[in-house]
């Protein structure tokens, strides 16, 4: 069975930092691509970043510069380092574990970014 669960999410203020962490588990870890989405309520899941098998990474242009994916393959687990956080970073954050046309998602954690 194929779990993927994200945690780290809370309330954070303006220009603060959190980690999110999505651990799996019931997959070939390394072989997957891994990303990071998020989703405000009635509004599309848009992603956000992403990372590669072999390490290749890619972002959304609103968050470039700010956040970094990365992943540890002994642990089965990416990450989503979130610097200099916004109010409009506020969302459900979704992991996602893809190969060929396979994706499996995670449950989801809460960022919000607040005074």
């Known amino acids: 069975q194929v779990q993927l669960v994200e945690s780290g999410g809370g309330l954070v203020q303006p220009g603060g930092s959190l980690r999110l962490s999505c651990a799996a588990s019931?997959?070939?870890?390394?072989?997957?691509?891994m990303g990071w989405y998020r989703q405000a309520p009635g509004k599309e899941r848009e992603l956000v970043a992403a990372i590669t098998s072999s390490g290749s990474t890619n972002y959304a242009d609103s968050v470039k510069g700010r956040f970094t994916i990365s992943r540890d393959n002994a642990k089965n687990t990416v990450y989503l380092q979130m610097n200099s956080l916004k109010p409009e970073d506020t969302d459900g954050y979704y992991c996602?574990?893809?190969?060929?046309?396979?994706?499996?998602w995670g449950q989801g954690t809460q960022v919000t970014v607040s005074s």
């Open positions: 996602t574990a893809k190969i060929g046309t396979i994706a499996y």
């Open positions: 019931g997959i070939i870890f390394r072989i997957y691509a």
